[in-house]
């Protein structure tokens, strides 16, 4: 399966900042997505990160506070805007292997971000 | 929309005991389900998975059986041991998801084995 790397691992950041999480991964893949985890949480899926197109939102949330890139099929970040506490969490990047919706997810080990 | 619940945790056991965590779903269409597993301070790790009715998921001495007739996907281990303490999250993919294809996940058990 394809190796994910995201980094930061962890970061505290103050509010109104602003973070860029990286995620490369070591093949090419078509589909890479961004998760969120709040704290003792399930995960909740932020975005599609299509390459050479604007991301896919889903309900309840927006570029202008989770912008996207995805410059080509092994990278893409994302930055979490204008932070609040309300953002603590681990911020996840994981890609599909394959067009199938038989195929499953792998992920990176996440981002954890506190915020003060 | 479709949608996945797990037992509640935390689940506590000793070490050689059996386990099962419970995950039944709904989905509008016929969906593929997955156990993923996140040790401490890690990401999630494809644990196993199953595509259609009746198919058995196994790794590492867990199995899952895709039950279409009652919608779960429970997992279970004969003898669990301390190094399997983790959350476990039950998840599913469906082509009511669109091109693509998202996973939808229950909210995770926490899984303590003592020794």
């Known amino acids: 399966s394809a190796v994910i790397s995201q980094k930061p691992s962890r970061d505290i950041c103050q509010r109104g900042t602003s973070l860029t999480i990286q995620c490369q991964v070591d093949s090419q893949v078509t589909m890479m997505f961004w998760y969120r985890q709040q704290p003792g949480q399930s995960l909740t899926l932020i975005a599609t990160a299509n390459q050479g197109s604007e991301a896919t939102y889903e309900s309840g949330f927006v570029i202008d506070k989770f912008p996207i890139s995805r410059p080509n099929l092994t990278f893409s970040t994302l930055t979490v805007s204008n932070m609040s506490p309300e953002d603590s969490s681990i911020y996840l990047c994981?890609?599909?292997?394959?067009?199938?919706?038989?195929?499953?997810?792998?992920f990176g080990n996440g981002t954890r971000l506190t915020v003060t | 929309g479709d949608s996945v619940t797990q037992m509640e945790g935390p689940v506590t056991l000793s070490e050689e005991a059996f386990l099962t965590i419970n995950c039944t779903y709904t989905a509008t269409g016929y969906p593929s389900l997955f156990w993923y597993v996140q040790y401490p301070g890690e990401g999630l790790q494809l644990l196993l998975k199953?595509?259609?009715?009746?198919d058995k998921g196994s790794n590492k001495g867990f199995e899952a059986t895709y039950r279409k007739e009652t919608t779960s996907f429970h997992l279970e281990k004969g003898s669990v041991q301390v190094s399997d303490s983790a959350v476990y999250f039950c998840?599913?993919?469906?082509?009511?998801?669109?091109?693509?294809?998202?996973?939808?996940f229950g909210k995770g058990t926490l899984l303590t084995v003592n020794p």
């Open positions: 998840a599913l993919s469906d082509l009511s998801g669109g091109s693509n294809y998202k996973l939808t």
């Open positions: 199953a595509t259609k009715a009746d």
């Open positions: 994981s890609v599909r292997q394959g067009n199938s919706y038989n195929s499953p997810l792998h």
